[in-house]
């Protein structure tokens, strides 16, 4: 079993800066690509950011600037700066991993955590 549990979320002010963060943890053999993605009420959930096993990263337009994608083996974050209201979603992590060395890769979600930027 693979489990990702995200962290960091809360409250903040248009302006304020938030880290989050997501560990993996359970039967990993390697992980590739880490992302994070948000959904905001009545909106589609969005790739936020990506990195690879390489560190290579992309960006939805919306946050380049603002955002930093990082990660170590088995946690990536996600550094928020210069946070608007419309930036207000449950974030998710999400993660493709090999639990084995023959095993495909599966894709993983954590539960999400609640980013709220009031204006």
């Known amino acids: 079993q693979v489990q990702l549990v995200e962290s960091g979320g809360g409250l903040v002010q248009a302006g304020g800066s938030l880290r989050l963060s997501c560990a993996a943890s359970g039967i990993i053999f390697r992980i590739n690509a880490l992302a994070w993605y948000r959904q905001a009420p009545g909106k589609q959930r969005e790739l936020v950011a990506a990195i690879s096993s390489g560190g290579s990263t992309n960006y939805a337009d919306s946050v380049k600037g603002r955002f930093t994608i990082s990660r170590d083996y088995a946690t990536v974050y996600l550094q928020m700066n210069s946070l608007k209201p419309e930036d207000t979603a449950v974030y998710y992590c999400?993660?493709?991993?090999?639990?084995?060395?023959?095993?495909?890769?599966?894709?993983?979600w954590g539960r999400g955590t609640q980013v709220t930027v009031s204006s």
């Open positions: 999400n993660a493709d991993i090999l639990t084995g060395l023959a095993a495909p890769q599966s894709t993983h």
